[in-house]
């Protein structure tokens, strides 16, 4: 069983660039998770999509956008770079939409903005 | 909005010590709790989770956590600290979401170090 991979693992932009990340979700998974972590602090929760459409999203500006494909893979997309937007960004796939099934987490992207 | 607190950014524990990482929640409706470990560099292993089935919950590595409502808490116990056990440890609480399923909140974390 594959588990939640992501690419690249360490990028680094300028302020006012645009920025791709991707995600495999873990086999017979249909839901991942975006999550931003800043150094120092916990995973914020970007958005969620289930089934190719946005379940939900946490408090994060609408530069910050995604998709996810009928592979359930998914893209993080952010535009118009902010240093702030410096973190560790983890993708986190589960199965279902029950509120305890477990997510699993991606190794995770470092990104890093001048 | 649902969230967890855990007190003490930073633990230090000697090896073969008993290993106590604090998190308590603030929910209106019962939660389900989490516990996930981050080694460096590396993304987040979900240690344990209460689901109300048992308010003992255990985990993988000889870990468990104590789910107590009166005290709002959901505590990390390991009776024996190793030294492969200092990592970052996070306590988070599942929220639903408005379009159906659900995104965790996760505390600040707890910096576990092991000593000799």
């Known amino acids: 069983e594959t588990g939640v991979t992501q690419s690249p693992t360490h990028l680094i932009k300028t302020r006012g660039q645009q920025v791709t990340l991707r995600c495999s979700s873990q086999?017979?998974?249909?839901?991942v998770s975006w999550y931003q972590q800043a150094l120092g602090q916990g995973p914020q929760f970007i958005f969620q999509y289930y089934r190719e459409e946005e379940n939900g999203r946490g408090n994060f500006p609408p530069r910050f956008s995604g998709l996810q494909f009928p592979n359930y893979s998914s893209e993080l997309n952010v535009n118009a770079l902010e240093l702030d937007d410096s973190a560790l960004y983890l993708c986190?796939?589960?199965?279902?939409?029950?509120?305890?099934?477990?997510?699993?987490f991606g190794p995770g992207t470092r990104l890093t903005v001048l | 909005a649902q969230s967890v607190t855990q007190l003490g950014s930073h633990v230090s524990v000697s090896e073969g010590a008993l290993v106590l990482l604090r998190c308590n929640y603030s929910s209106s409706v019962p939660p389900y709790l989490f516990w996930y470990v981050q080694y460096p560099n590396q993304g987040l292993q979900l240690l344990l989770k209460?689901?109300?089935?048992?308010?003992l919950v255990k985990g993988i590595n000889g870990f468990e956590a104590e789910f107590k409502k009166s005290e709002t808490s959901f505590h990390l116990t390991k009776p024996s600290a190793h030294m492969s056990d200092a990592a970052e440890y996070f306590c988070a609480v599942s929220e639903g979401l408005t379009g159906g399923g659900n995104k965790l909140t996760f505390g600040t974390g707890t910096q576990l170090k092991v000593e000799l």
């Open positions: 209460y689901t109300s089935a048992a308010t």
């Open positions: 086999s017979g998974h249909n839901t």
């Open positions: 986190a796939s589960s199965s279902g939409q029950v509120p305890y099934n477990e997510q699993f």
